[in-house]
């Protein structure tokens, strides 16, 4: 079997494509090496003959090199004296005439030394840029378990397994008793589809392994494969509620991993539409100086024979990305609460879906009723301070209260106690402390 993780330059297709994004974001540098106009015409032949014969789409290929043949015959590289602002101009030409976000051309002399000395697919994952991603652990930014046991992953690259593989592992494992897993990849530009592999693996059943993408390559000819895994370390989660976050600038391998689950109804997209970049490309060295970036590949999923280039990947319920985790969490509770046979269950599940909502938005209460709410009862207490309530055990920690109603209060970080103040004759006489499971503590006022 020929998986796409065992197939050289294919697997770090989507991490070129960072670096593409990276080159159109960074501020240009005027770089003074100058170029002649026989270098010129060299790189063009080179660049027209790889259009015509390794672009993914071959009639867009010819058409491309023609114009780009056309152009230079016209004389409109002629006035172009530096090599840099000549890729520069290549560049946003055959962005232009293609419509391909993807192709294009970078003036990175250090880059081309790396791809000479290292081979196309070792200059990619340098000791410099292993330890950089280590420091961010490999893109896994923040890890959570919320209220109602909802796990939270905000992942921020797909990093190769070989270096990532261990965290990745770890992060599955944290999140291996929670009842709903939410994964956040508003913020992730993409990487290696041996990682979208790897992590697909832990929420498909591996009875069988799942066929997940293919990618055929025109230079070669072939057809490549992605698969799951048939061993993964740790529980599989492929039964529990899964919902992935999208923003527009969610691309590439994070889009695949998207596309994949999303086709094969395993997850339910919450955000915006994808960016759209599903063509794998290669990097083409020019001369020492340029870098030809070109989709030569096509991805083709099993289920739609097709994939998400230019168009992205659409979701399931499409919001603006800021509001796409309080939606993502809501409909999670919900569902939970609503699939649960036991009574004690609902509950539970309600009791936090109202605590959510209620932080979301809270109750206007006047600070001269929270003043008077404020004193000791028995061994709790009840603070007020610059506008807000807090509450005490004892001499322990306080903690901020959030008003659920004008008598009724969340305790924050501590999602299993509410307290509801109680009046007679419009005097504050005591407090009912709510608990999750449904018992409840009464407390008197004490009188000072």
Not at 93 to 115: A, C, F, N, R
Request: proline share 4%; with cysteine.
């Amino acid at each position: 079997m020929d998986m796409l993780s065992k197939r050289k330059g294919l697997s770090n297709w989507s991490f070129i494509a960072m670096l593409v994004l990276f080159y159109m974001v960074m501020p240009t540098l005027t770089s003074g090496k100058q170029i002649s106009e026989k270098e010129k015409v060299k790189i063009i032949e080179t660049v027209c003959s790889l259009l015509e014969s390794n672009y993914i789409d071959p009639d867009m290929g010819k058409t491309v090199s023609a114009q780009l043949s056309a152009s230079h015959s016209q004389g409109e590289y002629r006035e172009v004296s530096s090599a840099e602002e000549f890729a520069a101009q290549l560049d946003a030409d055959l962005t232009e005439w293609s419509s391909d976000k993807h192709l294009g051309v970078i003036y990175d002399p250090e880059w081309v030394m790396q791809i000479r000395e290292e081979g196309p697919e070792d200059a990619y994952l340098t000791e410099e840029m292993v330890n950089e991603e280590r420091m961010g652990n490999f893109g896994f930014r923040r890890m959570e378990i919320l209220d109602g046991n909802v796990g939270y992953l905000d992942l921020r690259i797909f990093f190769h397994p070989k270096y990532a593989g261990e965290t990745a592992v770890a992060a599955m494992n944290y999140l291996s008793n929670c009842r709903a897993v939410i994964i956040d990849l508003r913020s992730n530009g993409g990487g290696w589809g041996d990682m979208v592999s790897l992590l697909c693996s832990y929420f498909l059943d591996n009875e069988e392994c799942v066929h997940l993408n293919s990618v055929y390559s025109r230079p070669d000819d072939r057809y490549y494969q992605s698969w799951t895994l048939p061993y993964v370390p740790g529980r599989i989660l492929a039964d529990v509620p899964l919902y992935i976050l999208t923003s527009r600038s969610t691309f590439s391998a994070a889009e695949e991993f998207c596309y994949n689950l999303k086709y094969l109804k395993r997850s339910t997209i919450v955000g915006e539409r994808t960016r759209g970049g599903a063509h794998p490309i290669s990097s083409q060295v020019l001369d020492d100086d340029l870098i030809l970036i070109i989709p030569e590949c096509a991805s083709i999923h099993p289920v739609t024979q097709s994939n998400w280039e230019g168009v992205g990947v659409e979701p399931d319920v499409e919001v603006p990305a800021d509001e796409a985790f309080n939606v993502a969490y809501s409909n999670i509770i919900r569902q939970l609460r609503d699939t649960v046979l036991d009574n004690r269950e609902k509950a539970f599940y309600q009791w936090h879906l109202d605590g959510f909502s209620a932080r979301l938005n809270p109750v206007v209460v006047e600070p001269y009723v929270m003043q008077s709410y404020a004193g000791k009862y028995s061994s709790l207490y009840i603070i007020y301070e610059n506008g807000s309530l807090f509450y005490r055990r004892g001499d322990r920690m306080r903690y901020r209260m959030t008003p659920m109603s004008q008598t009724l209060f969340l305790v924050d970080d501590q999602s299993n106690i509410r307290i509801r103040f109680k009046k007679e004759k419009d005097i504050v006489s005591g407090i009912v402390a709510l608990y999750s499971d449904g018992n409840s503590s009464e407390y008197k006022r004490e009188v000072e």
